[in-house]
Nanobody
Framework: QVQLVESGGGLVQAGGSLRLSCVAS????????EDWYRQAPGKQRELVAS???????KYADSVKGRFTISRDNAKNTVYLQMNSLKPEDTAVYYC?????????WGQGTQVTVSS
């Protein structure tokens, strides 16, 4: 059974930092790309960052230069380091992995950035 468990969200002032973690189980973690998505109230879920099985990252334009995605295959964990946070980064952040044609999601972690 695949499980993705996020942690690390919270309330932070604009300009602050948070680090999100997602621990995966039930999959061959090192063989899969991992993603972070976010969904703000009233908006569609959007892709924030991805990291390939080889460790190559990609970012949405809105977070480039501020967010860093990384992975630790020994810990089955993917991270999202978020710096210089803005109020518009406020959302529920979700960890995602696609295994073959099946999408798996974590339960989400709330990030709130106050101005």
């Amino acid at each position: 059974q695949v499980q993705l468990v996020e942690s690390g969200g919270g309330l932070v002032q604009a300009g602050g930092s948070l680090r999100l973690s997602c621990v995966a189980s039930g999959i061959s973690f090192s063989a899969n790309a991992e993603d972070w998505y976010r969904q703000a109230p009233g908006k569609q879920r959007e892709l924030v960052a991805s990291i390939s099985s080889g460790g190559s990252p990609k970012y949405a334009d809105s977070v480039k230069g501020r967010f860093t995605i990384s992975r630790d295959n020994a810990k089955n964990t993917v991270y999202l380091q978020m710096n210089s946070l803005k109020p518009e980064d406020t959302a529920v952040y979700y960890c995602h992995v696609r295994v073959w044609i099946v999408d798996y999601w974590g339960q989400g972690t709330q990030v709130t950035v106050s101005s």
